[in-house]
């Protein structure tokens, strides 16, 4: 461009998103799992200094809200490719809604104060609390359900304001039902994901036509 060569590259950065050459988004995810660990060690240092009722508020601020940025762009991977995103919420769950007092009772009892039998430290001792109801008991989305919610919401906004008009022209709306799609071929992308998203859940929403 203008006598200046670009050089190839295997990723690049744009808006905050790692954008390789294969469109995997797995060079993103990485890099986003390190911000994740590294927001989970700042709220374990703070937790405790913080009342309870404020958590909450504290882990979409720091946490959520690096997960939810684009998701509906890069969130449309394999699950096996969120799996590692995954573990790092249910990590930082863990941290701000778990048992630590539980947890940390297991290692303040020595050997010799145990039951016969449970000397022993095994599989159950370090076994880690489970996350699924610490997820229900604070109304909280995994990774995979705040890429259904965007990608929905946002298909939402498409619809209604006709624009963007280069994503707009890409929806395929039904004849026979206009509350439903006609979706492209399969693939991770937005164009193809949202609205078949949208398939899945327009009866559970019942959200009426749209226009």
């Not at 109801?133 to 705040?146: A, E, S």
């Not at 709306?173 to 949208?198: D, E, G």
Request: glycine share 4%; proline share 3%.
């Amino acid at each position: 461009i203008k006598g200046k060569i670009i050089n190839a590259v295997n990723d690049t950065k744009f808006l905050g998103v790692t954008i390789d050459n294969e469109l995997s988004w797995k060079p993103h995810i990485l890099k986003l799992n390190k911000k994740l660990k590294s927001a989970c060690g700042r709220l374990y240092r703070i937790a405790n200094c913080l009342p309870n009722q404020l958590h909450k508020q504290i882990y979409h601020s720091l946490f959520e809200s690096h997960l939810n940025y684009a998701i509906s762009v890069w969130g449309g991977v394999a699950l096996s490719n969120l799996d590692s995103v995954f573990r790092t919420q249910k990590k930082c769950l863990r941290i701000m809604f778990g048992d630590t007092e539980a947890f940390l009772e297991k290692f303040r009892t020595c050997v010799r104060a145990r039951e016969h039998g449970a000397q022993k430290l095994d599989k159950e001792f370090y076994s880690r609390e489970t996350s699924k109801p610490l997820f229900k008991k604070q109304d909280l989305l995994t990774v995979q359900n705040l890429y259904h919610l965007h990608c929905i919401m946002e298909l939402v906004k498409i619809i209604k304001q006709e624009e963007p008009v280069s994503l707009y022209q890409t929806l395929n709306r039904s004849k026979r039902n206009t509350n439903r799609f006609i979706t492209p071929v399969p693939s991770k992308n937005f164009t193809y994901r949202a609205p078949w998203l949208w398939n899945c859940f327009t009866q559970i929403l019942d959200l009426g036509k749209f226009g």
